[in-house]
């Protein structure tokens, strides 16, 4: 399960399968199933199985498909025709959309789309990573708006009420952002260790708290609200908060990138080279054994929740001062919140596992929004894929099943836990 | 923890009895009244509240009741104080404070509450109780399918996603037919249909329950509001403008006072919800059916040794929540709006779930903390047009807050069926 060396004490009694034994039957098809049968390919089945029900919901409300097919049995070519230029067009245009637009006459302006894409990952990514971490420790954040609408609203006010030197007011902003989406997650953390209560249910509930709480706050003169405005909107960041672009005015790429680069570093060491990190783990996989081991179960709830709600306030921050920097009303977190869940279900809660989902989901954003301008498809398809993604990575078997990948070979992994440290024992 | 290891001592055994007395609820009790006390009749706002009470139908009229505010406030805060003290005094004579004292007292605050934001106003209760049943109406639905599937032991959170389901395809079928009756059966099938899901992905592929809710809410929110913006808005007269249940009322019952247009001048589907709070109150704690959900949901080893079928149980109980929630889903197009719009419920569902944690797992206490929600939602916006000292965004938060409250056990003690969320596999 983890990708580390822990050394561990109780080593030896992983059951030692002899080299010459693993590599029976040939080093090469061994591998050759472990690439089958391992998560990698999981994944990538898993994307392409939900891009097949993407295409085929794209090709049934198709009109021309729908006409072709009234006349299928006299011309059956017609109706293949018209699905491949549907779905086809479709997903050409949301590559075009997230990655390089052809149209285009030189690379320079062409590759703008592949720099959409990142903008678009930046707080998906942060706020996957604030999930991920949420998971390993046994915690379901689900409360990742409301987190993010806290982060959102305290960087947003140092942004625009205050006035600081270049670079010190930026990062006064960030500060208050993370600070605020770090104690608002601690509160469910806090209420986990206190009381017991799932934390399941109170981030759901606090999600709606947060809502109506910033949003009063935004309807509100003196608050949040633009002077001299009666919409619930606040007025733009100042300058000196904004976060710089990082390649000139031609791209959207702003700091922001670089900063969620160095928090998926942060999280990987964390989680697989700090002892906080190791409880937190240790915490996720048996609170009990936890317990026993002398770790403070209830502590580490809500460290966990402090550090994942800093990740999503964080990813408010980036909205604020990355992508909406005219001011922000009540609808600030666009959903992020909730598709943070399944970037860090599709990254399998792993740092950078996190860090290519939420790239991979922000193709999708930004490839969504041109396939709806050129094509015509709503971007919900883009929910509808997302959402199949994550349910089939949750499901092996049934992709398994469907794709008759072979079983991963538990020999083989066997001695993969062995590598990791992990004291897997297996009989035989 | 700790278990004695002694030699058995010569001493008689003496039985001790068990402390269960719970402080919680007299305490909290005695709080809010003495916030009461403080707020509506301390700093009480001069002036008078009117109630209108009659609507022209009644067999008699009542003329509207006018209560000087703060007098009003004190009276109301010393009452609450009262049942306060009452409940105390069952819990130091190791009694359980019943279900009633908390009503009665949730029910005076609330009266008392609009006293005082009424203030110098009119508020029409018949007008603010109607419009109260029927934003509960989904709630308590979905709260229904939560309390079945949760109780068999499986986490519903794909309530919202039920509803949604139900509301959009109710629009689509009851247009594409013109009959609202085919709508609603076509609705519960969607229901189901999402349901299948979750109990396919929970039970079969013991894919965690949390997850397949979360993601089932975004894969439903996804394909109606596909569907919608792509095949719905083509063409609107065709396929998304349902005939909607027409009002019907009950002969006699209709014309009591405040009650009668509240309750028995309804649509044929909150007819239906009386009926279906009934059946699952009943069902659930007296019949075969509610034994063996219970025992699933609370041991399903014990409950597969004496020969249940845990998860045939399970599946099927899940699928008539799906029914369920499906069939309040359509309440949104055919019993209110009529058409559908794209994630029309709003959250809904997770006011449901709300409903279903904050009346602990029991069908009547869901249904009275989906009307006490639905209240809440509803008083908000007569408030608005009234114009309330309080913000209408507290007011929107309430249900929330007071689900964290009792989910947390600071309000007596909310506790999930044993094996809520925990797949079962047999070895």
New interface residues.
Partial sequence: MSDTKQPQPGDELVATVPEDELQQPSRWSNALKEILGGSVMLSVASVLLALVIGGV?IAM?D?KVQAASAYFFNQPFDTFAAIWDSVSGAYWALFQGSIYNFRRPDFATGIRPLFETLNFATPLIAAGLGVALGFRAGM?N?GGRGQMLFGAAAAGWVGFAFDFPVGIHLALALLAGISAGALWAAVAGY?KA?????E???T???N??AY??V??ML??PGLLQAPGSNNPKTPAMKETAVLPLLLGERYSLHLGFVLVIAATIFVWWLLNRSSLGFKFRAVGENPHAAKVAGINVNRMYIYVMLIAGALVGMAGVFQVLGTVTTGFSAGIDAGIG?DA??VA?LGRSRAWGVFAAGILFGAFKAGGFAMQVSQ???I?????V???I??FI??P??VRAIFRLPKPNPLALAKNEKLNGKKAVVTK | MSVASHTPSAAPITFEKAELRSWKIPIALGVLAALALVVFGVFGRPGESRFRISTGNDFFQIPDAVLPTIAAGWVFGVLLLALAAYAWWLVHSHRKVSLWVTIAFAGIFLFAFLTWVSAGELIPLPGLLIGAVGLSVPLIFGAMSGVISERSGVINIAIEGQLLGGAFVSAMVATLTGSPWVGLLAAMVAGVLVSFVLAAFAIKYLVDQIIVGVVLNVLVTGLTGFLYSKVMTADPSRLNSPPRFERIGIPVLEQIPVIGPVLFNQTIIVYVMYVTVALVAFALYRTRWGLRTRAVGEHPTAADTVGIKVNLTRFINVSIGGAIAGFGGAYFTLGSVGAFTKEMTAGAGFIALAAVIFGRWDPIRAMLAGLLFGFATNLQSVLGIIGSPVPSQFMLMLPYVVTIFAVAGLVGQSRAPAADGKPYVKF
């Avoid at chain 1, 919900?380 to 509808?384: E, G, R, T």
């Fill in positions: 919901l409300t009109p379901f689900i209420l206190k009381t017991g209560a799932n399941v249910i109170t759901i509930m606090l709606y708290v109506y709480f949003y009063w309807s509100t909730f869940i399944t279900l015509g498809i709503p919900d398809i883009v929910l509808v997302q959402s199949m994550v349910l949750a499901a078997p049934l």
